[in-house]
């Protein structure tokens, strides 16, 4: 148990669908991330939120829409996706958006698009 | 470009020591850290070194040296539920997390 609970844990979508990943936060951390974990290559971040302000976000597609309503909640919503956007996404959060600090994970939400 | 560079697998038996290596090029460097991934769970922290040498805590250790772009994870008596994916990354200049991708250690009895 991280301090970071993500849901849910697995999601198949067609193309057309539009679904959310929802993750949440106990530790009482000021900035969360989402990250795209694919096989055998580095972890990719996508977003980041700082005291709930969107502080980067790492040229992703807009099918990819994040939504940030407080520090303790972080959800991506998935719209028109792709077969190549199949991965893992993890959520993580940390005590600032400095960089510095320990990233701590949640076990992620494995996505298959069809 | 930035790029972190370790192995993609390696096998150790149970009992025995193991070394991680991981080299990188970036631009800048505030730190680096080990994260452990066990398959299908999150990742964990094992370490952070911004200064050159090596940080014992446990059965793991974590060296550093700046001057060479190279760092390493030391397991010592290695047990089964060390087999997981350990993952590398560097802070870079602008405190953005460069990441490599990842070195799964398989542990045979």
């Known amino acids: 148990e991280t301090g970071v609970t993500q849901t849910p844990r697995h999601l198949v979508m067609g193309m057309t669908n539009k679904k959310s990943l929802k993750c949440e936060q106990h530790l009482g951390h000021n900035a969360m991330y989402w990250y795209k974990q694919s096989a055998k290559k580095p972890l990719e971040l996508m977003f980041v939120y700082n005291f709930k302000e969107q502080t980067e976000n790492n040229s992703v597609p807009s099918r990819f829409s994040p939504e940030c309503p407080n520090s303790s909640h972080l959800f991506l919503h998935l719209h028109t996706l792709q077969p190549e956007d199949s991965a893992l996404y993890l959520c993580?959060?940390?005590?600032?958006?400095?960089?510095?600090?320990?990233?701590?994970f949640g076990e992620g939400s494995r996505l298959t698009v069809l | 470009g930035q790029n972190i560079d370790q192995p993609t697998e390696m096998t150790a038996t149970e009992g025995a020591i193991v070394q991680i290596n991981c080299t990188y090029q970036?631009?800048?460097?505030?730190?680096l850290f080990w994260y452990q991934q066990h398959a299908g769970e999150a990742p964990t922290f094992l370490s952070y070194n911004v200064l050159d040498g090596l940080e014992e805590k446990g059965r793991f250790s974590s060296f550093l040296s700046r001057s060479k772009g190279y760092s390493y994870l030391l397991l010592k008596e290695l047990q089964m539920k060390d087999s997981a994916s350990y993952l590398c990354a560097v802070l870079d200049s602008n405190y953005q997390l460069i990441w490599g991708a990842g070195t799964k250690l398989i542990i045979k009895p």
């Open positions: 993580a959060s940390s005590q600032d958006g400095t960089g510095t600090g320990e990233l701590f």
């Open positions: 970036t631009s800048g460097f505030n730190g």
